[in-house]
């Protein structure tokens, strides 16, 4: 159990050293940096004492500190699927726009070399 907790432990603190290093741009925004940065913690508490996990759950009527974990993988499960759709559909909008300009300058250019 413990060599467990150490494996845990190690590998949150490699993605906490990651997430250090992103930059702020299309990666990741500042407020889910925020987000993860508070998570941490919250992953390092659980991690050390899992009974913490049945006491929280019993606050908001939870049976059991697994299930609430299990809601909450679902809603962050669901924001990222959100969260990527919106991305795609952006990326593929840029790809369309930059496309079509450059359809637009490559026809332009043809007609002056055509004139020429």
């Known amino acids: 159990m413990i060599q467990a907790k150490l494996i845990f432990s190690l590998i949150l603190v490699i993605f906490?050293?990651?997430?250090?290093?992103?930059?702020f741009s299309n990666q990741l925004r500042i407020t889910e940096k925020l987000i993860l940065l508070f998570l941490f913690p919250i992953a390092f508490l659980i991690i050390f004492y899992p009974n913490l996990l049945d006491k929280l759950a019993l606050v908001f009527e939870i049976e059991r500190g697994r299930d609430l974990l299990f809601y909450f993988f679902m809603l962050a499960s669901s924001w990222g699927l959100v969260r990527n759709h919106i991305r795609i559909n952006k990326l593929s909008s840029n790809m369309n726009r930059i496309v079509s300009k450059l359809a637009i300058?490559?026809?332009?250019?043809?007609?002056?070399?055509?004139?020429?």
Do not use: Q
Not at 16 to 23: H, K
Not at 105 to 116: A, G, I, T
């Open 16 to 23: 906490f050293i990651s997430l250090l290093r992103i930059n």
């Open 105 to 116: 300058y490559e026809k332009v250019s043809e007609n002056k070399k055509n004139k020429d």
